[in-house]
């Protein structure tokens, strides 16, 4: 609503209206190129919000040729006149928005552009089908590492953090439009797809088989997966929901997977219930990736892990999964808050504790600036998103934060964190100031001092 002098001040001007424009009927504009974070300007885009991903996906590991069919549905926030989405690479055959054929041409590194043969007006519901081909190029991202469609010996490992889910569905890449996922994807017969949520179901014709996954809880589409290849499949039970372990035959064999439940319910001691409603693990053998991902209810792992990096990868389902940031440089909010959680397993078990852990990595010198910065609130650019400091000054502050405000407090802040922004999106300034008014202590010290100052803290 205007007051009056706004509505006065817009009414005199026809300039101001037509900029103030997307609000106004008549006037439809195009939707941003990108989200505007700060690490990531071009990923994601404006104008819309994406309700839903149906995914339909053939993949020959021998030929590495992807071909998919991607059925959006979305809901302008603004009447649009033409929108963008995230994809890198492939060669498209067909748009269409609203079951018409629509204009597209591609821009940039990762932008699709697409002009309905109509606008679309804000509030409606839209859907926008996309039919592509090709070989995915694999993303490199400013620290080195590789993500999206990373082929593998068998198959394929299929992992979109930051920036990787452009690389193999078109998508709203931002953490902030969470969607629902359904997933079709078939590969030659003696291959299991792994993705998000439940197993619908597979069926095999032809030599191939059709994996059919649906995950009905919000995700971030930098979480979603379809990692593939020959694995052996255990579906089994953690309480009342379904668990999907899936072990690839060429690894040595472990039997990490079986603390599963223990280690579910434990964080479920700490964090509120599970927040998906389905669980497991996917063992690849892809040691080139170097890192493992905490895709939303089955994390995948590029070798098999030990029990820290399952207890990692479990945590980041209520740390990162289903409260995730709204901008990337808040990134600590997942991997410091994973890490403590490492620790307090550890604790739990008799073993190390979390303050044992604190005091190792206290005893690194202030002269070893590598280790001390950047600091974990601000780790300056995309290429420090996941330095060291992230992690173990993140569990530091965690850890910090506990010896601060002491253990009753401590544990109330972590749960109604996990609690009030369950499949939400958060920033620092959000934890700082829940923590502030359940201790009722100023905090803006402490903070500052952990999270954003490049030094080893001393006095905080
Ligand atoms: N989020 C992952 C984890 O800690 C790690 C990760 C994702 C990562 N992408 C990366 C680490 C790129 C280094 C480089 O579980
Ligand atoms: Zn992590």
Known sequence: MFTRRTSALLAASAVVLISAGPAVAGIYTPGSSGAGDPYFPQAGNGGYDVSHYSLTLGYEPASKQLTGRAVITATATQNLS?????????????????????????????ELVITP???????????????????????????????????????????????????????????????????????????????????VSHR????RTTWVWRESDPM????????????????????????????????????????????????????????????????????AVGYSLETQTKPVYDRMPDETTVAHELSH?????????????????????????????????????AQGYFDTLYNTPASKTSFWAPPPGNPGD?????????????AMTVQALRNKVGDDTFFHIMRAWVTQNRYGNVTTSQFIALAEKISGMNLDHFFDVWLYQPQKPTSW
């Open 82 to 110: 033409r929108f963008d989405l995230d994809l890198r690479g492939f060669t498209i055959s067909k748009v269409q928005v609203n079951g018409s054929p629509a204009a597209y041409e591609r821009a940039g590194d990762q």
């Open 117 to 199: 043969s109509s606008g679309l007006r804000v509030g409606r519901s839209f859907t926008v089908s996309i039919a592509y081909a090709g070989v995915p190029r694999v993303v490199t991202d400013p620290d080195g590492s590789i993500e999206g469609w990373v082929p593998t010996a068998d198959g394929a490992f299929v992992v979109g953090e930051p920036q990787g889910s452009p690389g193999w569905y078109p998508v709203n890449d931002t953490p902030q439009d969470k969607a629902t996922f359904d997933f079709h994807v078939t590969v030659p017969e003696g291959l299991t797809v792994m993705a998000n949520g439940v197993l």
């Open 204 to 207: 095999s014709s032809g030599g």
């Open 220 to 287: 971030a589409p930098y979480l979603a997966t379809a990692t593939l290849g020959r694995f052996d499949l255990t579906v089994s039970k953690v309480g009342t929901i379904p668990s999907y372990v899936a072990i690839d035959p060429t690894l040595p064999s472990g039997n990490v997977f079986r603390k599963l439940p223990q280690i579910v319910q434990f964080y479920e001691s700490i964090y509120g219930p599970y927040p998906f409603n389905a669980v497991g693990s996917v063992a690849d053998n892809a040691p």
């Open 317 to 353: 389902m209520w740390l990162g999964d289903s409260v995730t940031l709204r901008r990337w440089p808040d990134i600590w909010l997942h991997e410091g808050f994973a890490t403590w959680s490492e620790w307090i397993w550890s604790e739990h078990n008799g073993q190390k504790s």
């Open 382 to 394: 995309a290429a420090h998103l996941f330095d060291g400091t992230v992690y173990d000054r993140g």
